[in-house]
């Protein structure tokens, strides 16, 4: 492909966020030009904006949540989608033992190279993902952080019957298709008085919704926390039965305050869930595409991502919001 120059979507420093020209990528041996369709837009990006998680080297083009067209070379017009995770090593102990989102020298999308919030990236061909054809553009691009991430957590919180799913937005409202899917009970959790929100969570299956002040009707077998709110960690705790677990689903969250022993006593266990793995990927991918799993998304243009990162703050919709490429500023 010829020299060019395109749009774009860089944080540039803390709190800043600008809409910029900037040229083409060229991909290095082993990577893969893409033709970016769509992106969603994910709370990760918002801890990236507001200096929560730190940026290596400023600016970066954020957003993990790519899918895309090969843009030349021989799989040109292949469509795929790039995760958070960009590169592992294959080398160290980690990766060995098939944990390679713990490696210590891998690098994420959007955050230590270029994301999706472009009308071109780079990607690492062996870390693309195929995407099942069933879906569209916009609809399947949650998937790839929101869905991966509470998949991830799902399967390492076990195979409880009663699921509780703390912060009900793009990983949960996938989630609880697949807990529903599965034979299983789902129980979500909102902000307190987000009637709207649970009423949502309830129309996809969760069989309670309330609160996040509330204890749930059931003692839960496990619980996941997706909100970045450390005080909802004794909550999940208080709510889970003796023996059961607690997984904390994201990259940052807020102070967990102290709380007495005899909240995690009785062999409760907490732990937390980082990054993803290649093969958490094709699994999700492949239970999505035979559920199947219908994702809710609210669509904005590029040059409105500051405009769809304030609205996910700010809780303005349901489900996830997806950058589409297709969508100018009118």
């Known amino acids: 492909m010829a020299a ?3 749009r774009a979507v860089q944080i540039a420093a803390p709190g800043r966020i600008d809409e910029v020209r900037v040229a083409i990528p060229r991909p290095a041996p082993g990577q893969v030009l893409l033709r970016v369709h769509a992106c969603g837009v994910c709370r990760t990006d918002l801890h990236l904006l507001d200096g929560e998680v730190d940026i290596p080297a400023p600016p970066v083009i954020p957003g993990h949540q790519i899918v895309a067209t090969i843009a030349d070379g021989e799989e040109a017009g292949l469509r795929v989608g790039v995760p958070w995770l960009a590169w592992a090593c294959g080398e160290c102990g980690y990766c060995r033992r098939g944990q390679e989102n713990l490696c210590p020298r891998a690098r994420f999308t959007g955050r230590d190279v270029d994301g999706g919030f ?4 780079v990607a690492e061909r062996a870390f693309c993902l195929e995407l099942p054809a069933s879906y569209g553009d916009l609809e399947v691009a ?3 952080c929101g869905g991966l991430i509470g998949y991830r957590a799902l399967r390492i919180a076990g195979d409880g019957e009663c699921v509780g799913l703390y912060g009900f937005g793009a990983s949960a409202h996938i989630l609880a298709q697949v807990i529903r899917a599965q034979g299983r009970r789902v129980f979500a959790f909102t902000r307190d008085g987000d009637e709207g929100t649970q ?3 309830r129309g996809l299956g969760a069989e309670w919704a309330g609160g996040s002040s509330q204890a749930p009707p059931v003692e839960l077998d496990c619980a996941l926390v997706f909100a970045a709110a450390g005080e909802l960690v004794p909550a999940a705790l208080r709510a889970v039965r003796r023996g ?6 994201g990259i940052h969250m807020s102070e967990i305050p102290a709380f007495p022993y005899e909240v995690i006593w009785g062999e409760r266990v907490l732990r937390s869930v980082a990054n993803l793995t290649r093969r958490d990927g094709r699994e999700l991918l ?3 595409a035979a559920t199947p799993i219908r994702t809710a998304v609210s669509v904005y243009g590029l040059a409105d991502a500051a405009t769809a990162l304030n609205d996910l703050r700010a809780g303005r919709f349901d ?3 997806v950058i589409d490429l297709a969508v100018e500023r009118t």
């Open 142 to 144: 949650p998937l790839l």
């Open 286 to 288: 492949e239970l999505a």
């Open 244 to 249: 059961g677990s607690v997984v904390c689903a």
């Open 199 to 201: 009423e949502f969570a």
């Open 118 to 121: 472009a009308e071109y990236a």
């Open 319 to 321: 489900g996830a919001a």
């Open 4 to 6: 060019g120059r395109m």
